[in-house]
């Protein structure tokens, strides 16, 4: 082993983070609070790629699958999965290495959700990850990167970005299938760039085509080609066009990875062509830039601060290169920019900038090419900031786990409160919920707005146990919360009053006094769309607090921003205070709903 660590750093450090990162699989998500942790593998968007294994080799029901809220879309013809296909294929031979060990075992459940599948999958993570690391080292070393260089470059993205997070916390997610094979890519265009066979360019093309059919943007990949094969682009090019036949076979074998996707939607929908996104989509006239790099919701220089060294490589690179150096600016550039124009451009809950590991293989690029250049105090410094970006970011990835940050809602004040915060009491304290607009390419228009100060008769808010208090914040009215009250106000639109087949998305405030700091946890506010006599159709709980109040005797102003789906004609949309468990004390006064509709597109 020492002997690896002199002679080898960059391998020994691919060992390192792939060993951590799966003693943190088996500990965290793999375990959880009861053992069984790994029953929550498939959730979220993980339900939508593993769905496509399930239904084409396990229930055989692909276009008529069973309702999923996450990713079954109803057609004329039957369901849609709203997702892509290439993480499927990812996971193809993990899965049936996983189902062929569950077949054998006659305790195991027959639908795909064994443990011997969810453990396959794990393993598919750290294999990736592995392969993913293993050729982002190869790529730099024949680029002249020094073995140390290479070392602490992947040590930075082991351990100092999300990498981890997806390779070792959420293995269904696409980032890790992604990471893998933009990076593979990479380095049979730089094969093909130093001379070798033009057969590189099958592997080259047939991965392109897997890049693509697991996320279609990410075919923005070929701007990195230029950064790769560098001066020799050109002769790259001349040199593959100038051999027809391969280069017409090699495309044509990309297409049809790509041409998988119609099929799927045609055995889907009986249509060649589908859109599973339906309500999301790009807004190219509204990019959130600033908040995608910068914001303190998921900022990727602010969660992954190490990679500030990679934008720093880039720029200080024009000075050798500006060949690279230019073709590198126009990859962050055309990058960034499509990812903030995503409608929900921080892409829901979790941690970090999740979207950017798709690209750590092209980032990593600069970033090592500075620690070549770097030696003395240069050297030092970048590998003490590396190293101190990687406690940081570690440290966060625990809050995160244990809910001390708030998985979908962070933001500037929650950010300095939860900063450096470690003990047991600190943990699911923050709340509130401040989310994105739904999408709306052509704007929303308000529907109707209400203040109501609890004194005079409302319209849509009805207040209950109104009580005189002496510190009421407008007049003498307010509503009282305690451990005898548990609902106590509520806005609801009946049914009809809202156009359909049109989200909303609802602007909350009001004035909430805390006798003493704290006494309101506990409170949770509530959406709820749902016609009479049926469950409901949609149903947002959340802690109403959003940071915890230090100050005692104390009025405070409140808001909360909540996307709602389009509420049927039968259906009555409500949100109200929830005193769940009969322990919270508080006051609200002055409340107001603004309640806005997207305009057709």
Known sequence: MWSIL??????????LVVAVTAVLSKVGPWQGEDGNGW???IRSDAKGYYGYLQAIFLRKDLGGEPYQWEYVRYTDAGTLNKYFAGTSVSMLPWFAAGHAMALIDPDAPRDGISKYEMGALYLAAWCYLFIGLWTMAALLRDMGVRPAAVAWTILAFGFGSTLIQYAGFQPGWSHIHSFWVVALFLRCVQRLAQGAHLRWSFAAAGLFGLIVLIRPVNGLVLLAV??????TTRALVQRWWSARIT???SVLLAVLIMTMQPVLWKVQTGHWMAYGYEGEGFQWDRPELF??????????FLWTPVLLLAALGTLLLWRRDRFRAGWLT???AINSYVISCWWIWYYGSGFGARVFVDHYPVLAIPFALLLQRADGRAWSGARLFISACIVLHLFQLWQYHVGILHAECMDRAKYAWAFGRWQAEDRDRLGGNYQEAPFNPNGMEVLLEESCDIDNPCTYWHPGHVIRHPRAYSMDRVIGFDPGVEYAITFELPPGSVPPDRALFLEVGYQRYEERAGDSFGALGVTVVQEEGRPPAYYEPFPIDPVPNTENDHWEQIEYRIPVPPVPPEASLKFYFWNKDLKARFLVDDVFMRVNVVRPY
């Open 6 to 15: 002199r002679t080898a750093p960059d391998r020994a450090a691919i060992l």
């Open 39 to 41: 029953k929550e593998t």
């Open 226 to 231: 230029p950064v790769v094969a560098g001066h």
């Open 247 to 249: 280069a017409m076979a």
């Open 291 to 300: 908040k995608v790099l910068f914001g303190f919701r998921r900022g990727l």
């Open 330 to 332: 126009a990859y962050w």
